[in-house]
């Protein structure tokens, strides 16, 4: 079965500091990739999503990069974190064709 | 660009009453998909609706997607406290190898025993 892992869960960083989460994927191969943003109490925001490795599509423009350095594994980066990246931050993985997508458990940001 | 919406944004009901949420999209999907959130988690697959004016149950879950494929609803019988949570909708386009999904705004149940 497939199963996709986050971390970490809770992460507090000051204002301009780097950020890098980390996203894995198993059992399941070339799946499409996905970074989302939820903001307390709303909805979920695409920020990248990844069909290969090595191909990022950005969703909305922002201070945050993402990279695909294997099939499996999506990491989200920040060179300096601003105080509006504070969120709970969902990677998740599907397949082509509007099948589900399932979700890690995400991180919560926290910028201080 | 695209735009999902769903209503009520919150409700609150007393356990054993019935709840439902609409979902209407700005432009005609190929399917939608419908997720849970429970407090402080993650987003979980719940169903999805592929053919015009189709109805789907899950147990006391109903879901229906609009003749249009334009609006989508997900209707609870006599809720219980297990169904807390934020209930997404999720509408693609459709085509292309991306599988990118347009969630909704949500709509967060509070059930009180």
């Known amino acids: 079965s497939q199963t996709i892992h986050q971390w970490p869960a809770t992460l507090v960083q000051p204002v301009g500091s780097p950020l890098s989460l980390e996203c894995t994927v198993e059992?399941?191969?070339?799946?499409?990739l996905y970074w989302y943003r939820q903001a307390a109490g709303r909805g979920l925001q695409l920020l990248f999503y990844s069909v290969g490795i090595g191909q990022i599509s950005s969703e909305v423009p922002q201070n945050l990069s993402a990279s695909r350095p294997q099939d499996r594994q999506f990491i989200l980066s920040s060179k300096k974190l601003l105080l509006s990246d504070s969120g709970f931050y969902l990677c998740?993985?599907?397949?082509?064709?509007?099948?589900?997508?399932?979700f890690g458990d995400g991180t919560r940001l926290s910028i201080l | 660009g695209q735009q999902v919406m769903q209503i009520p944004q919150y409700q609150h009901v007393q356990e054993g009453e019935d709840f439902t949420t609409y979902c209407n999209s700005s432009?005609?999907?190929?399917?939608i998909q419908w997720y849970k959130q429970r407090p402080g988690g993650h987003p979980v697959f719940l169903i999805q609706l592929v053919k015009s004016g189709e109805v789907k149950k899950q147990k006391r879950l109903t879901f229906q997607f609009g003749e249009a494929k334009k609006n989508s609803s997900l209707h609870i019988t006599a809720t219980q406290t297990t169904d807390v949570g934020t209930y997404f909708c999720?509408?693609?386009?459709?085509?292309?190898?991306?599988?990118?999904?347009?969630f909704g705004t949500g709509t967060l149940l509070a059930v009180q025993p």
């Open positions: 059992g399941t191969s070339n799946p499409n």
């Open positions: 432009t005609t999907l190929s399917n």
């Open positions: 999720a509408g693609s386009k459709g085509g292309g190898a991306t599988n990118k999904l347009i």
């Open positions: 998740a993985w599907g397949r082509v064709r509007d099948q589900p997508q399932h």
